[in-house]
């Protein structure tokens, strides 16, 4: 009776694996057909939110991980629908990304705690950085991989969409100390390396699905949670708020804020004047003793107290932070690193939009801070 | 004294002191053995609870449904597993599908300089294509593909599909698939981008308004667009070189990206005619808008205004500047390179440094110039090298223009004429050739009839001539026969004659 007894258990757990043996074959028979078709599938469309299925894909999209075990499958063709890219005063609603662009020197920890507080979906947002390969550029390279390895743990809901990091060894974008950094001799050289990071930033990073390109600067601390919501609700091609500076006033004993970027301007004929007189390979500049342009300048225009919807047009701009919708970049509009029309980098690039046909508008009591060393 | 028996004694006491008399009824027995008593604890039966007590019910009930679930899967494919893991895994690990992606990526563009042997070095081409209506020409431009002999995967692949009326996309979408699912030797290319955006252009792509002077300006500005439109979605921090092709290239060498890379310059092109029918010279420079610039030309720029463009081969801006297509000897060496400031767009390798840095096609008259002259001028500015092979030359699709169809059409026009005339006399040969027939059969009948004839005078002249001699009528016979014959031969002479006239 014993013997029967546990063999009728034996019987049972046989039957149990058998059948699961069983249920692994046709697995693999039926589970398998599904499989294999998903590679084969020829059009694939890809959408700004999706993630692509291949490492070679836009920097702009996050895509799915490779098993290292199995032979990757051959890369898929891709349709992009560039005619559904919109740029629209709604963009959460309409589901648009943003690329955010910073050219890295330095990295500031209140810089990337300011953007992790952008109120905009972050799944959303790509991020790109240049980085140049100096002792500082590695340094500023380590700690914001530390930075985004905890922001964009897979445990993180709130992590960007995707970050691309690149180095360049061509020039250091920004190299000196802050009195070097602004000496008029210097500005140009500088300023053509700063376009030439900006520009390979951008067109390596633009990809086919973004809606919005924000530069923001390394140094760029504090802005409104809401900056690309309320800079994008005025559906202009390119916008420029107010980047001001906060510092110790000694005279009032408390703390005060100054104008910052002096590059968004409108012109005036002496600055035109001044330009004709110029060679073809020489500059303006804004800011300097030397050189007096008389030009409006956005800085001086600001007002704490003012309606912060205020929109001017502009003729230049700053670059600290600037909103540009993508189809400006994609139309050619970039940072000359040469005297265009005797403007270089984001001046130069406001000049190049205009001759595409593309305006330029500043928000003159809409205001974002500067770090002050 | 038996030390075991007093063991026993001792045991049997410390028992009854160790589980008290009659724990289990085994010491209360009085048996001198004893079996250490928690062993048999074990074969008790235990309080089964219920679900151990209806475990076998329990097994065949899931076996059952198990088995039933196989039967709904042949039959259902959707609840397959592959339908249900992902659905029960989302459901029970929200992120699991986040930990599936990889968000961050790390590009270091020193090493994407490219270089002379970038084959060697493993360095990815973006190859860009813009197309419009060019349906007609895809079968060509991907067989061309095919043959590249750079390898494959290390070429990225980019359309700009804009405002076609034809089926160039579906067309694309179907080689492209049947690229990538059915690769050659070769393999299989990289990254395939299809970008579909629809500009709008009112501007038709035929041959004749295409080349039209008026039309020029505005339609290298769309050109341009469409160009920056493709590169600025397709280029990619992995890039070294990008490689412009039109689709409409007839031949080219299958090495020709090696071949222009070797030369390792920021921007180059190489010559590029066209082939052309006999009548009109059997060849002839296409791409006219390589060229070096000169001081007429410079001079010409200054007396125009801001956005005006210069266009070359065209009266209104004479140049006289050197062209890269007119120097071309079919003989000279492939390798030979001249410096160039504007650049033709029909096949165009350049350093995706190049493009990285700014340079792009000026959709706006840069320095009087638009599209790929402005290009190449914007290239210079920033003090790239650009040049172009004037002996290297690949062979651009003849088109016929409306002045060569027109042309064509005489020619056609006078084939058919040749054609119907030779059919006419061909037509005249035949009927002569009957009428000849029936002059022969005529004749035929005509000696029948004169034989007759001579044989019902013979037999006549037989009657008549019963009495004269038996000699002279053999004489008389055989001298008619003779003329018989002789008449036989002269008509046909007479025949043969006139139809020779008639030649």
Known sequence: MAVSRSLRRNNAITYVLAGSLCLMFLYFFFGSSDLTS??????????????????????????????????????????????????????????????????????????????????????????????????????????????????????????????????????????????????????????????RARNSLLFTTLGPTTSWVLWLDSDIVETPPSLIQDLASHDKEIIV?????????????????????????????????????????????????????????????????????????????????????????????????????????????????????????????YYVYHYNE | MLPSYASSAHREKMNRHGYGAGANGHCSSGRNFSIPTDKYDKYQPRSRNAFQRRRGLFIRLSGAIAALLFILMIFIPSIRPAAIFPALSLGLFGSDEAFQLETVRYYDLSNVGGTSRGWEREERILLCAPLRDAAPHLPMFFSHLRNLTYPHQLIDLAFLVGDSKDNTLTLLSDLLADLQVNPDIKGTFGEISVLEKDFGQKVNQDVESRHGFAAQASRRKSMAQARNWLLSAALRPTHSWVYWRDVDVETAPFTILEDLMRHNKDVIVPNVWRPLPDWLGGEQPYDLNSWQESETALALADTLDEDAVIVEGYAEYATWRPHLAYLRDPYGDPDMEMEIDGVGGVSILAKAKVFRSGVHFPAFSFEKHAETEGF???????????????????????????DDIRHMEEMENERKQREAEEKAKQERMEKIQNDFDDGASQWAKDKEEVKNMQKSSEAKQAGEADEKSSDVKKTESSKKESDDSSKAESPSKGEKGKQGGSE
């Open chain 2, 376 to 402: 190449g001028k914007m290239a210079k500015r920033m003090k790239f090298s650009v040049v172009g092979l004037p002996h290297y030359t690949i062979w651009h699709l003849y088109e016929p223009s409306v």
């Open chain 1, 38 to 195: 998903l590679p084969a599938s020829p059009r694939q469309l890809l959408k700004s939110k999706d993630a692509a299925s291949n490492p070679l894909s836009p920097p702009s999209l996050p895509f799915r991980k490779q098993d290292p075990n199995e032979i990757p499958a051959p890369p898929p063709v891709v349709h992009y629908h560039m005619n559904n890219v919109t740029t629209t005063p709604d963009p959460i609603g309409n589901r648009e990304s943003v690329l955010i662009l910073t050219p890295l020197a330095r990295f500031y920890q209140e810089y990337w705690d300011n953007l992790v507080k952008l109120s905009y979906p972050h799944d959303l947002i790509s991020l790109g950085f240049i980085i140049p390969k100096g002792k500082e550029g590695n340094e500023a390279t380590r700690l914001l991989q530390e930075r985004i390895q905890k922001t964009q743990s897979p445990t993180n809901k709130n992590r960007f969409a995707s970050i691309t990091i690149e180095r360049q060894d061509d020039e250091p974008p920004v190299a000196q100390t802050e009195s070097e950094r602004h000496a008029l001799s210097h500005q140009k050289e500088r300023r053509a390396a700063m376009s």
């Open chain 1, 241 to 365: 708020p107010n980047c001001f500076q906060r510092y110790y006033n000694k005279d009032k004993n408390m703390m005060d804020i100054r104008p910052y970027d002096f590059n968004s301007w409108q012109d005036s004929p002496t600055a035109q004047g001044l330009a004709e007189k110029m060679g073809p390979d020489d500059i303006l500049l804004e800011g300097y003793a030397e050189m007096a342009t008389y030009r409006t300048l956005m800085a001086y225009l600001g007002d704490v107290n003012g309606n912060q919807r205020h929109v001017i047009d502009l003729d230049g701009v700053g670059g600290t932070a600037l909103l540009v919708k993508a189809d400006v970049h994609r139309d050619g509009a970039m940072f000359p690193p040469f005297a265009f029309y005797h403007l270089i980098e984001t001046e130069g690039f406001a000049k190049m939009a205009r001759r595409l046909g593309w305006k330029s508008y500043g928000l003159p009591n």
